[in-house]
C-alpha cells in the first residue's frame, strides 16, 4: 500500500499502525464509529493522517447518507490535541451543500495535497539543517514517528531523513523508543529499516547523554499543533529533549505541514492536552507492571516553547510567529 491512509470501494483503508512490525494488516473502515475507535488506539494516528481520516470521515458519513454533522462532531472530537483532525473534518464539510461527490472529492484532494507539502516541508527542513549542522553525514535523532506512516504517504520530520538520505549524508538515526506505545521503537524503526538507513533505538531517557557524549547533530520532531506565537505541541517527551538540546547546542528543528499551525491559539498554554487511558503504563501486553492501586499521569502529549526551536519548518520555508 502505497499511502498510510486511502479511499477504497466505499471504505477508508488505512495501516493498522498497532500491528507494526510483527504484521503488516490493513484496514478497512465502513463507518464512522470503526474510524473513531481506530483513532482512539492509534490504529491511525500522526497529525496529518489525522487530517485525512477526518476528511474521508466525513466523506463516508456524507455517502451513507448519516447525519453527517453529528458524525463529523464524533470525527472530531476522538483525539483533542493534534490540530488536523478537526481541521480535515472542517475542509470536507464545507462541501457538503454540493452533495457527496464532492465531500469525496475534496478528501481525496486533501490526501494528494498532504504528499505534496510534506515533501516540501522536509525539503526546506533538509536544506536547514544542513546550514545548522557543518559535520557530514549526519547523526540525528527523532522522536516518536513523523514519517509516512504519520502522514499519507512522505512524512515530516523523518521525511527529512529521506532528504538527506538520498544524497548520502546520513551517518545514523537514533530513534527514541517513544513511551508508552513505542512509536519510535516499532514505527520509526520498522520505516528507517524499510528504506535502508542505518539506525538505533535508545530509551528516551538516553537522549541527553547521547547529546552529551557528542552522537547528536541534530534532533528532528513533527507537531501535533503549533500556537500563533510558535510553540509546539508534539508526543510527550519532545519538551525535555528541546531543553537537553538547548543545553547542548545541538539544533532542534520542528517539522510539520501550515495545517498543523493554530493561529487562533496565542501560545501553548491554550493547547488541549490529551490524557490517556492509565493502562497503558500500569501493564505490559497485558501483564500488570505496577502495584494495582498505582496512581498514574500519562499525558499524550507536552509542550515545547518557541524559544527552544531552531527552526520550525513548513512547506513554506521557516515560520515566523
Not at 25 to 51: F, I, M, N, S, Y
Not at 259 to 283: F, H, N, P, Y
Request: charged share 20%; hydrophobic share 50%; aromatic share 4%.
Amino acid at each position: 500500500m502505497h499511502r498510510t491512509i486511502d479511499w477504497a470501494d466505499g471504505a477508508i483503508v488505512v495501516i493498522d499502525q498497532t500491528a507494526l512490525p510483527g504484521e503488516y494488516r490493513l484496514l478497512e473502515l465502513r463507518t464512522v464509529g470503526e474510524l473513531v475507535d481506530a483513532v482512539k488506539r492509534l490504529a491511525v494516528r500522526g497529525a496529518p493522517a489525522l487530517g485525512a481520516a477526518g476528511a474521508l470521515g466525513v466523506a463516508l458519513s456524507a455517502r451513507q447518507n448519516s447525519d453527517v454533522r453529528t458524525d463529523a462532531e464524533l470525527i472530531a472530537h476522538a483525539r483533542p490535541t493534534a490540530v488536523n483532525l478537526a481541521w480535515g473534518v472542517e475542509r470536507a464539510l464545507a462541501k457538503l451543500a454540493d452533495g457527496p461527490d464532492a465531500v469525496l472529492a475534496e478528501a481525496l484532494a486533501l490526501l494528494d495535497e498532504d504528499e505534496r507539502l510534506n515533501k516540501a516541508a522536509s525539503a526546506h527542513a533538509a536544506e536547514i539543517v544542513l546550514e545548522e549542522c557543518p559535520r557530514r553525514p549526519l547523526r540525528l535523532l527523532s522522536h516518536c514517528n513523523a514519517g509516512r506512516l504519520a502522514t499519507v504517504g512522505w512524512g515530516s520530520a523523518l521525511g527529512v531523513v529521506w532528504h538527506l538520505h538520498e544524497r548520502g549524508l546520513v551517518e545514523e538515526v537514533l530513534v527514541d523508543e517513544t513511551r508508552p506505545l513505542l512509536q519510535g521503537a516499532r514505527l520509526t524503526a520498522w520505516e528507517l529499516a524499510q528504506a535502508n538507513v542505518p539506525y538505533r533505538v535508545q530509551p528516551d531517557s538516553a537522549a541527553a547523554a547521547a547529546m552529551a557524549r557528542g552522537m547528536v547533530d541534530c534532533v528532528l520532531v513533527g507537531a501535533d499543533r503549533i500556537a500563533a506565537n510558535g510553540d509546539v505541541a508534539n508526543k510527550i517527551g519532545t519538551y525535555g529533549l528541546a531543553i537537553a538540546a538547548k543545553h547542548h547546542g545541538v539544533p532542534f528543528v520542528v517539522v510539520a505541514p501550515s495545517s498543523t499551525v493554530d493561529t487562533r491559539l496565542a501560545d501553548g498554554t491554550r493547547i488541549a492536552i490529551e490524557e490517556r487511558d492509565a493502562g497503558e503504563l500500569t501493564a505490559y501486553a497485558g501483564v500488570p507492571i505496577t502495584p494495582p492501586d498505582a496512581g498514574v499521569f500519562n499525558p499524550a502529549f507536552d509542550v515545547t516553547p518557541f524559544a527552544l526551536v531552531t527552526a520550525v519548518v513548513t512547506e513554506h520555508g521557516r515560520f515566523e510567529p
